[in-house]
């Protein structure tokens, strides 16, 4: 009997897209080594790179890598338009995913789509932070990272473009980087009085790598799905988390019986946009930390691409990845108070 729709572990893809996703899932398998190790020799090379361009722009952008922590290897690539607009606009501080445990700011995937998210959007400074990464960085390395840089771009660093506003910073991140970005949002609404300068007006949460101890019915039925299964998820939080914690601990299950929330001020956590997609094993984890965060009287709204796989908007061949880009752009001018 055919596959029905509902059955289906896939949307049809183009021919990259599907190339690309195939390739991608071996090499992760490949790299999750039993022990919980990564050979990062083999995960360079497996990882192509892409070069900053600061002096020639690529595709009408510039970037530089620019180093925040020389002790810890922490770095972030900085993109900004070849030809900036003179009036003040936002930053947008992003996280790539990657289960916690691959891939880079540098990544060529990420390289450019970081280049086009600063082309269209009304932005001075797309910011892609090159966090430190687990089995040999677990928890807390990432937020940690995230924290080290928000107070690095709170000192207005001289890299930054004339037209970066500092008061209008959005967070944003795909997979476990919107982990990260929930992690982030919370610290600066805790240590705001940290910050001199950098506000926090939203946040961007790209289909996030959230957990549990129990499966959801998404993670079971979407088995077989690209990019995400079972036994990559459990590799990569058993890589992150402490030695043993399971899935409840509160880095994973930020709404579980362990989330330790008490205490916490729900009315300083910015505006959220959760993008969801409907071949993604893990939305119902998503449509959770949207209900979540909406329980807790958050301004926080869902937006769900029914044919979207897991990272969907890296494929610029898929029609979902512009739609989604200039959701964004609406977001930002919508939570900055529109473009000067």
Sequence with gaps: MAETKTQAKSPPLPWKVRIFATISSAVTDALCASDHTVNRRLSRFLDPRASPSPTTPVSGVLSTDVTVDPSINLWFRLFTPSSPSPSPLPILLFFHGGGFAFLSAASKPYDAVCRRICRRLPVSAVISVNY?????????????????????????PPILPPNADLTNVFL?????????????????????????????????????????????????????????NIKRVEWMWEAFLPVGSDRDHPASNVFGPRSGLDGFDWGTFPPTVVIVGGFDPLQDRQRGYYEGLKKRGVDVRVVEYPNAI?????FPELPESGVFIDMVGRFIEEKSGGVK
Excluded: M
């Design 172 to 228: 944003s991140g795909d997979s476990a980087g919107a982990n990260i970005v929930h992690h982030a949002a919370k610290w600066c609404s805790s240590n705001a009085h940290l910050l001199k300068t950098l506000k926090i007006k939203g946040t961007v949460s790209i289909q996030p790598f959230f957990g549990g101890v129990d499966w959801t019915a998404s993670e079971v039925r979407l088995e077989g799905a690209p990019i995400v």
């Design 132 to 156: 430190r990464l687990a089995p040999e960085h677990p928890h807390p390395a990432a937020y940690d990272d995230a924290a080290a840089v928000l107070r690095f771009l709170d000192s207005s």
């Design 310 to 314: 897991h990272a969907f908007y890296v």
